[in-house]
């Protein structure tokens, strides 16, 4: 296996091709700077986690590797994400997604403190763009595309369920909308723009000699996925009421309906 770890990738099929998948991202070395800082980050840690050991790796997707919602994010908080190894997991930002995701009947618990908490998504995974946590949030165009063939990977795995996605944030709509079409689904052009409540229908490949991915040719009929723009759970956002629990919870809810998860509250 190369430094970056993505060598072989064609050979990752099925639900246990999501956990190998996992396991390679987390070994990933590909951005010299966002290992230096992870890894400086994991050694000096906030004195608020001195006892703490930090994960300090990328970190990779959570949730059933039969889900049929997809939510984007970013990056790894530096002492979220990046301390628990888990996405949206130990700050404030997860704080506001979890809770709306409880809200809405598709997480077991509203917390989520630390990757063995008990949290379970149903029939929902959460990713991001880039798996590493960035200098001051934000990560770097060559960064972001160094770390595009993971997202693309794991939306070849999921798509035999995945069925709707919601893109938290610009930068993540901006990042996803390449790697939805290198996974084989028609992005329209010009490419949507991001907005809180958009929602963009993608059209799947037609036939299996439609596009053909790391896994081999689509399988025929390939269904369309239903995109959705939200606000960044952001502190920012979040704090001064750019983004409400309410807007939050109707977007879930709506891309929930969308994929075809039903028991939402």
């Known amino acids: ?24 991202i987390a070994g990933c070395r590909a951005c010299p700077r966002l290992v230096a800082w992870r890894e400086e980050v994991a050694r000096t840690k906030r004195a608020a986690f001195a006892d703490w050991t930090y994960w300090g790796r990328p970190v990779p997707g959570f949730g059933p590797p039969d889900a049929r ?3 984007v994010g970013l990056a790894p908080a530096a002492h979220g994400g990046n301390r628990t190894g888990r996405m949206f997991t130990g700050d404030r930002s997860g704080d506001v997604l979890y809770q709306a995701l409880y809200d809405v009947g598709l997480a ?3 917390t989520a403190v630390a990757a063995d908490d008990g949290l379970e998504l149903r029939g929902t995974r959460v990713t991001s763009p880039v798996h590493c946590a960035p200098p001051a949030n934000k990560p770097t165009p060559e960064e972001r595309d160094t770390c ?3 997202l ?13 996605v919601v893109v938290l944030g610009a930068f993540g709509w901006q990042a996803a909308l390449p790697a939805f079409a290198e ?3 028609t992005v329209p052009r010009p490419r949507p723009v991001f907005a809180h409540g958009a929602r963009v229908v993608l059209d799947g490949p037609t036939g299996p000699t439609g596009p053909v991915g790391p896994a081999g ?13 939200c606000f960044h759970v952001s502190q920012r956002n979040t704090f001064t009421g750019r983004l409400t629990p309410v807007m939050l ?9 969308a994929a075809g998860l039903y028991g939402t509250k």
Do not use: C, K, N, Y
């Not at 099925?14 to 956990?19: I, V």
């Not at 794991?154 to 798509?159: C, I, P």
């Not at 919870?249 to 309906?257: D, F, G, P």
């Open 217 to 229: 040719p689509r399988d025929a009929g390939s269904a369309a996925l239903h995109l959705f723009g």
């Open 249 to 257: 919870r109707e977007v879930l809810r709506t891309a929930a309906e």
């Open 69 to 71: 919602l997809l939510i």
């Open 152 to 164: 693309v990977r794991e939306l070849d795995l999921l798509r035999p369920t995945l069925r709707a």
């Open 1 to 24: 296996m190369d430094s970056d770890g993505r060598d072989g990738l064609a050979g990752l099929g099925g639900h246990g091709g999501l956990d190998r998948l996992d396991e390679r």
């Open 183 to 185: 996974a084989g689904w």
């Open 148 to 150: 595009r063939p993971w």
């Open 108 to 110: 077991s618990q509203p």
